[in-house]
């Protein structure tokens, strides 16, 4: 079907509505102000995908029809290419097919004069295929119509807006809420201050989302090829990881040790990799803990884990003699550089225990559960069994890590809370002094006094904890 049939079926429901007083019509938000909105019914077959939605962003990214997507995104191949990630990326899809089934749609979904669908995508694909199991008893889709006047950045902070709402069941994952406030500002021309406000959050929240897209971007190309974007997004809580990573490749760089940065991230990739990246696991880790920790932790489980231990060490010590390949292509066109991301480039001079675990990490994945993988020596091992001995290994390094800081803390909470009690109870010297001579004083003196006794049995109390703890 054509843009201008598409205009036409909407333009006829659209005077059919205008003469039913009685027609149904919503309030939207939009950018410029709450409008109202017709709302009609269209035949299933008339919505255009959206090819440009927040939600298959990522996966669209890495795609190999990412190019003829955006170039004919309204052809039959094209539109099938978007159904396909719509489908696979909904986590509720199942769910929301039987709902459809069984009640119909409850919500209706936002078209333009031109026929695109803003958002509803998923449900209009679903009841596309219910429609075609003869398991749905209409052929329609009921959506409210935009002005033709609409903007693309309106539609952009529309699509964010309506992605807030309550009655939508499966929330963007992390990437795909990141690549949509990056591109509010790149695209629609929004600012953080805008961004923040239409999504309820606020503008510190925004700049550190742009932030880690960056890091997240930096990360995947320390691989060959990069990584997809879209890996990054699954687990829940994984901004916490990235919050992070970047606090602590941040910290790295500012030094000027950008090669330092580099390996806490590929540490973070390997664990990724080895589904080890567990929200909280990765807090406080530095780019040695594979030689302080996780070589000896490996040795200890057995025979397969000493022979990894000893192929990280020589792939380690290789390549700090051999020289090592470019990551990624001078020239590589990963679509993020429409978003001012650009991929770093730089050889690093020296071998590193992060990068062998992530060769390593990537051969087991990459060979699959089945396969072999190479070790030390021409040996090989099943890349099942070195994916296990890896994540298993990793998983009880990271916990044990995670077990010392919360040991840390709270040897260290007694000293933390008596400063600030000690703070507090100067500012109540200098209170007193202000007042000790005021005639009201004299009502609620007797309760200061009640709390000084209290206070002085508390700190008896403590002081004769303290010295029963062995002297050095």
Known sequence: MTEASRREQIQRALAVHKDDPEAERR???????????????????????????????????????????????????????VADLVRSGHSNASELRNSLHEQGQAEPGVITRSGVLINANTRCILMRDLLAEGRLPVDSIKVAVLPDDVTPSELYDLEAVLQ????????????????????????????????????????????????????????????????????????????????????????????????????????????????????????????????????????????????????IIASAEDAVTTPAAVTAADDVDDGLDLLDFGSDNEQPSTGSHARALLDLALAATKAGPLGKVELSGGTEASSGDVISVLAATSANVLKDHENRLSAGKKIADPATLLRKAHTTVVKANKALSRVVSVPEFADVAGEVEALLDDLEAQVKEARTAVRRVAKP
């Open 164 to 311: 807030k709402q309550p009655d939508l069941k499966d929330p963007y994952d992390l990437v795909s809420e990141l690549m949509m406030y990056q591109t509010l500002n790149h695209e629609a021309g929004m600012t953080e201050q805008q961004i923040a406000a239409r999504q309820r959050t606020t503008v510190p929240y925004v700049m550190q989302g742009f932030n880690i897209l960056r890091l997240m971007d930096r990360a995947r190309h320390l691989t060959e090829p990069p990584l997809p974007i879209k890996s990054f997004g699954g687990a829940k809580g994984q901004r916490e990881n990235w919050k992070s990573l970047l606090s602590s490749v941040d910290a790295a760089d500012a030094e000027g040790h950008k090669e330092a940065g580099d390996e806490i991230l590929r540490s973070y990739l390997a664990l990724h990799l080895l589904a080890s990246d567990g929200v909280h696991a990765l807090r406080g880790i530095t780019s040695e803990w594979i030689e302080d920790h996780l070589l000896d932790a490996l040795a200890d489980t057995g025979d397969l884990g000493t022979k990894v231990a000893e192929a």
């Open 27 to 81: 309030e939207f938000s939009l950018s410029r102000g709450p409008m109202t909105l017709p709302i009609i019914r269209l035949p299933l077959s008339v919505p255009v995908l959206n090819t440009k939605s927040f939600r298959i962003a990522p996966a669209l990214l890495d795609h190999p029809d990412a190019e003829l997507v955006a170039n004919d995104p309204d052809s039959d191949r094209a539109q099938k290419v």
